[in-house]
């Protein structure tokens, strides 16, 4: 449930979300008490799950190039503290993507200029793990220094942090008030059966009537004979001589047309995480991808979260995208009760 009750009787903490996505940083946020009053995304299709689940929050579609601190005053107006956080598109820094130090950093510039423009009070950004060896976050990190804020920047398990995936990923915190210490990690490892095990059985392809969002895409014969010879943790020595190609001998992915096991966390939640072929991403006992909201239930998403309009259908692999790219709604709230902590009261 949302707390929208102010941190104390008289104290106001106000937020703006550059980078937004379709809320999982907003949602956390706000069941800490932090008031996100505005989220910024290039992306207008994440409008309608971005207002729907976080009323009263006006979704801004624009790129941050175009827009200066300025722009976000009003919605400041009356904070006793002004936070800005964000979570850059991590594609540049990914492992996946195989980048190096050439990559473009343009959009973590603009968070920081922003930063500089604006001197929020509270400053927080999650982004993969390879970001912490790219100059764009040592150069962020002087600014910051420049500006009197007290930093800290690791890289955390999300695992530790009730998210049921294995997840690590940089998170920064600073603060002009005082000092900041990262989120406490409450150890309270989950997995994939503690968040999934109880939705209603699909085959791939189909849609649950209950809930649009309970969907996958279909497999072909080949990737369906495939997932019905895979093992709960295994790969593709699991099948049959002849359902395996040379290019699986050949790059050895083994993580590659895998299922997930109940007992154990998700791999990390990709935004390919509705393909079979990209990761370890079969439902560990039905012959299937897991379905988008599965794949948001093990993001963290409350499970009545709303993605598109009643009346539209829903699209598999934009979504996948969105869900991949957002922050876990448990890290939400871990980040917003660590920024609370570094406010002072007296």
């Not at 299709?45 to 929050?57: H, I, K, W």
Request: aromatic share 8%; proline share 7%; net charge negative.
């Amino acid at each position: 449930m949302l707390n929208s009750e102010p941190i104390s009787n008289s104290l106001v903490v106000r937020a703006v979300d550059v980078f937004c996505g379709i809320g999982g940083l907003t949602h956390g946020l706000r069941a800490t008490g932090i008031d996100v009053v505005c989220g910024l995304d290039i992306d207008v299709s994440c409008r309608y799950a971005y207002e729907t689940n976080n009323p009263g929050v006006v979704f801004q579609g624009a790129d941050i190039r175009e827009v200066s601190f300025a722009d976000f005053e009003s919605y400041y107006e009356g904070a006793d503290v002004t936070a800005l956080v964000g979570c850059a598109p991590c594609q540049p820094f990914s492992a996946y993507t195989r980048c190096n130090r050439n990559n473009d950093c343009a959009l973590v510039e603009e968070f920081s200029r922003l930063i500089g423009e604006g001197l929020p009070d509270l400053v927080s950004m999650e982004n993969v793990q390879g970001l912490v060896r790219h100059p764009s976050l040592l150069t962020l990190l002087k600014k910051l220094d420049e500006l009197d804020y007290s930093i800290e920047c690791e890289v955390l398990d999300f695992q530790r942090y009730g998210v049921p995936q294995r997840r690590r990923r940089m998170v920064l915190m600073a603060s002009r008030l005082g000092p900041v210490r990262l989120p406490e990690p409450s150890n309270d490892n989950k997995n994939v059966a503690d968040f999934i095990r109880e939705l209603r059985p699909i085959e791939a392809g189909e849609t649950c009537s209950d809930d649009p969002a309970h969907t996958c895409l279909p497999l072909t014969p080949t990737n369906l004979s495939r997932i019905r010879q895979s093992k709960p943790g295994g790969d593709w020595n699991d099948w049959d001589q002849s359902l395996v190609n040379p290019c699986h001998v050949r790059a050895y992915y083994p993580a590659s047309y895998g299922r997930m096991r109940w007992d154990q966390p998700a791999p990390t939640i990709t935004t390919q995480f509705c393909y079979y072929s990209t990761g370890r991403f079969g439902h560990p006992s039905q012959d299937r991808t897991v379905s988008v909201r599965e794949a948001a239930l093990l993001q963290t998403f409350p499970i009545d979260y709303r993605f598109v309009g009643p009346d539209t259908k829903l699209p598999i692999r934009r979504l996948a995208r969105q869900i991949g790219n957002a922050v876990p709604v448990k890290i939400g709230e871990s980040i917003g009760d660590s920024l609370i902590k570094t406010i002072p009261y007296d």
